[in-house]
């Protein structure tokens, strides 16, 4: 099986590209895997797997940093997406949020193809914007209840249903979304963690 691992950035990935010694390269194929470094956020994602994805691929696996709506989850935890939203693909209609659905241009939630039972399953969406003000984070939780968040996650899941690919998203978390306090966030622990699971994953048959 051939599988792709796709990332925003390099640092998210620092010690896999270690453990595999790697070039510091933003696509590098291997005979197992390859990896695809898109730059942060949906639109540099999309193109970035509009040059590389096809169905030579049997497996596309996204990670990467996330933060967390639910308390529950605790920093540094591996969670599997299993439903991604374009939170902000719609309208405005006054005091009303009207969804690309709602709109009839489209859809705005996609899910997981693929996954993996030891990790807890969880709903996200994916923003252009982090949440960091209480106003809009009250907001966007009735709204769409999300449990995470992330700026690729619901582009990757698009490129691979159109393409019919199996696609596997996995975050960990680096910080609870609240007003942006980033002296309690925990972005060295997460992507430690993010690391560990990844390479055990690439060195193991469980794909």
């Known amino acids: 099986m051939k599988l ?10 620092t010690s896999v590209y270690r453990h595999f010694n790697l070039p510091e390269q933003d696509f590098i194929e291997t005979a197992n895997f390859d990896i695809l470094i898109t730059g942060v956020g949906m639109t540099a994602t999309a193109f970035s797997l509009g040059q ?12 990467g940093i996330a933060g967390s709506f639910d308390k529950n989850i605790s920093l540094g935890s591996l969670v599997n997406v299993y439903q991604d939203v374009f939170a902000e693909l719609g309208a405005e209609d ?14 705005n939630t996609y899910h997981a193809s693929y996954e993996t039972t030891a990790l807890q399953k969880v709903k996200g969406i994916t923003v252009n914007k982090v949440h960091g003000n209480s106003k809009s984070i009250e907001t966007i939780t009735k709204r769409f209840q999300p449990q995470v968040e992330s700026m690729e996650g619901a582009a990757v899941f ?10 596997l998203q996995v975050r960990s978390i680096s910080n609870y979304v609240t007003p ?12 430690k963690n993010l690391n560990e699971w990844v390479i055990s994953y690439l060195t193991t048959d469980v794909y």
Do not use: S
């Open 158 to 167: 698009y490129a691979c249903e159109q393409l019919n690919i199996p696609c």
């Open 52 to 63: 590389r994805l096809d169905k030579n691929y049997d497996l596309v696996l996204n990670v």
């Open 180 to 191: 942006r306090t980033k002296e309690t966030w925990e972005i060295g622990l997460a992507i």
């Open 4 to 13: 792709l691992v796709v990332v925003a950035t390099q640092k998210e990935l």
């Open 94 to 107: 006054h005091d009303n949020f009207l969804t690309i659905d709602d709109l009839g241009f489209g859809k």
